[in-house]
């Protein structure tokens, strides 16, 4: 009797608990996902992918049409379906300034870095709101970035974006190469001072427009007073510089001189922002500002109307415009960055290239066979103290006499680095990318420590 | 003692049940989504933005970044809040040919047209796995579309992608202006036949190359006789023709000539497939395939290789190739399409353009002072039937005397056409946009109606 009473208690007591259960879940504001599960489902697939550390899965990797799970993609000198080999003998790639060193801080911002884009999504050839090519959010963001960074001024400034910085270089010397073409017959000279980041050279000698060409080392034309002052001449600044990751000023004036200011590496990560850029026209990339080189989104800050308008018409008339879907992602990432005013992911690049540069100093300090660009430290505004300089590129100079080609050199050391003579400069240097994978900087670092060191008494 | 029993077992069997429930929920294989959520939630947020069927909400609309709920983008003639207001004496878009009239077929494949992006989605300069800036998934699947559509032959053809069949039209004629640069020092001669897309004469003129400029009308100097035989000439053939909408082949011939096919309008959207175009260069849109104008992808099947690789050069110091977010998106479009072998796009599609130009036929017969280009019939190879061209736009011909501003007389009748003299043809043509949104061609029939049958005796 007494255990009949205590199991119906029991039956009874459990009809609470699963009547409770039930209606918590019912009132529960837990979302379900509807039409965005299948593509959700298939990101968070290829995302769960193990590639070992070393390697990452896409959605669209190869083998994704066949409704396979996306192979991994390893980084170099790693293989394996799941890139846990590593690859003996291995030739390091030290070449492309491909930015991953930026992608764990992505791996850990997977929620708040998503875009979901919907089949319909920006179907137009314009943002129909206001008949443009140009996101208006993303334009605001950018703004408030350079606001928050201090690392260019933006009143005043139209804002255009290209595909990429590259088609925004070719956009800005059209722009200029045309303005005053009343004045003058010859073709604008295109100039950049030594060494110098060879796309402007290539644009301008494969484009071959009748208005500019290219005219060589900005520095030497100073220095051979073989400006007329009559021809139009065009200066390319980087600042920084690729490859030398220098601090630069425009060296020629005149009131023929136009100038360029690429700006895309000024950003915590590589310098310290010692003063917000106030130029004409700056040059900026999603590439060097979030590691999205594979999007094509940058900008630039345009001062004179009329030149930004040239330019618009050179970025509507090549693609008509910019990718909606990478102006949707570029202002997804962009407000991640601006979450906490660019705090954490500028502390991560900045932390992760200032440990690189101290393993390189410490490795190159061990012989003086090769050496470093060396810059002096500044005051950093965003920061605020004194910094090093921590370069995308370190700009090595093989010293011995004899070693005339350190590209060679470099080479037949494993380590697949970037002629000095692409930048218009010597053999004598070659540049080295520091802003790869943790991978690639690991192989490279091996390598150097078997190179660097040898015949460490001869110079 | 009987009501004690039946309690008791009731209790027992609702126990059963709840435990039931519980263990089949716990069995199901429903997945949730975890880092996905956050950009589901905003994209189907976006999505449920109701917009009285005149419109639509996007994820970065206006007022995106302020957290709000994304406004509805009205069509055009729309307004208020929720696009519900017909906005009185309105003018009539019928001027670009922004391709909605697609959109609704993607809102119904929601799920299947879904893309996620993760934060470290093709960070990268390259498709690292083969060091290109082209997918090969995308590759494949624009293979096998081409050949499942029958509209052109991929077998040994390079297939080179662009921002757009816009940057593909450039980079093609760069490439054709210097292959032969050595047999001629004068610039080579750009041409189509009128009417023609002005894009061709627009990009040549700005651009301002030292290899080319454009001529002007390719029938006008086939008859002139004026091709020396030696100047290098390229003809531009668009197939269907922008804005006639009627198939074309080439006028010129000649070791000097060299040919571009523009066959962006070859889908059965708008024309019968008569046969797969077999060129040495075609150019097709993802504008024109899908819809998405928006995205920025084209793609081009080059025969030759030298002139392949000369676009390839030209895409790449353009650039650096087109986005990985636009090429992702692509992808998953045209595996969509690919779905059921194209049948429910194309059908949706050309349904919709026939009933438009049924629609307008009918109108146009109620007066001789407008005329339609007329188009016959031909048979269609994948409808596998013979069938009417729809082509995107009326290319109305003003045919009263007096009436020698075709442009100006729609304009005061209210509607937004291109007048054209823009297509190189006289102004007594106006071309109207018919492949935009069904509030658009509603808007467009309305005011049709009122300006046709207006003094339609007189001519």
């Known amino acids: 009797m007494m255990e009949k009473k205590l199991l119906v208690a029991a039956s009874i007591i459990l009809n609470l608990i699963f009547t409770i259960h039930i209606l918590y879940n019912k009132d529960s504001t837990t979302w379900n996902p509807t039409w965005t599960n299948r593509a959700a489902l298939e990101a968070e697939d290829a995302a769960s992918v193990s590639c070992s550390g070393h390697g ?35 030739l390091v790639d030290a070449n492309s300034g491909d930015p991953l060193f930026l992608e764990p801080f992505w791996m850990q911002k997977s929620e708040g870095s998503a875009v979901v884009e919907s089949g319909w999504h ?57 303005t005053n073409s009343s004045s003058s017959s010859s073709p604008a000279r295109l100039l950049a001072s030594v060494p110098f980041y060879n796309m402007y050279k290539n644009q301008a000698d494969f484009f071959y427009s009748a208005n500019v060409k290219f005219g060589g080392d900005a520095s030497a034309l100073k220095e051979s007073e073989d400006n007329d002052n009559v021809t139009q001449v065009i200066e390319v600044v980087t600042s920084p510089n690729n490859p030398d990751g220098k601090m630069r000023r425009a060296v020629l004036d005149g009131s023929n001189v136009k100038t360029i200011h690429d700006n895309a590496y000024y950003w915590p990560y590589f310098s310290p922002t010692t003063h917000p850029v106030d130029e004409d026209l700056s040059l900026f990339s999603l590439s060097k500002t979030t590691g999205h080189a594979g999007s094509r989104f940058g900008w630039a800050l345009v001062k004179d109307k009329a030149v930004y308008e040239r330019m618009k018409t050179y970025i509507n008339l090549s693609s008509l415009g910019v990718s909606r879907d990478s102006q949707l992602r570029a202002l997804q990432l962009l407000k991640v960055v601006l979450g906490d005013g660019g705090e954490e992911i500028f502390n991560f690049g900045y932390k992760t290239l200032k440990k690189r540069w101290d393993t390189l100093n410490k490795i190159f300090s061990m012989s003086n066979r090769f050496s470093l660009q060396t810059i002096k430290p500044e005051y950093c ?72 060191p040898r015949g460490a008494d001869s110079i």
């Open 56 to 90: 990452r899965a896409y959605v669209d990797g190869l083998g994704a049409l066949d409704g396979n799970k996306p192979p991994c993609e390893c980084n170099n000198c790693y293989t394996g379906t799941d890139c846990s080999i590593l690859v003996a003998d291995c």
């Open 122 to 178: 920006m179907m137009s050839y314009s943002y129909y709101a206001y008949g443009s090519f140009v996101s208006q959010e993303l334009e605001k963001v950018i703004r408030k970035l350079h606001n928050v960074v201090g690392n260019a001024v933006t009143d005043n400034r139209f804002v255009i974006f290209g595909n990429g910085a590259t088609q925004l270089i070719a956009a800005s010397v059209h722009a200029l190469s045309r």
């Open 381 to 452: 505004n965003y920061f605020k103290k004194v910094r090093d300089f921590t370069p995308s590129y370190a700009w090595v100079k093989c010293e011995r006499v004899e070693d005339t080609n350190c590209y060679e050199i470099f080479r037949a050391a494993k380590i697949t680095g970037r002629d000095g003579n692409v930048f218009g400069s010597e053999e004598r240097f070659v540049r080295l990318s520091l802003i790869r994978s943790q991978d690639d900087f690991d192989q490279l670092i091996d390598m150097l420590k078997k190179l660097v």
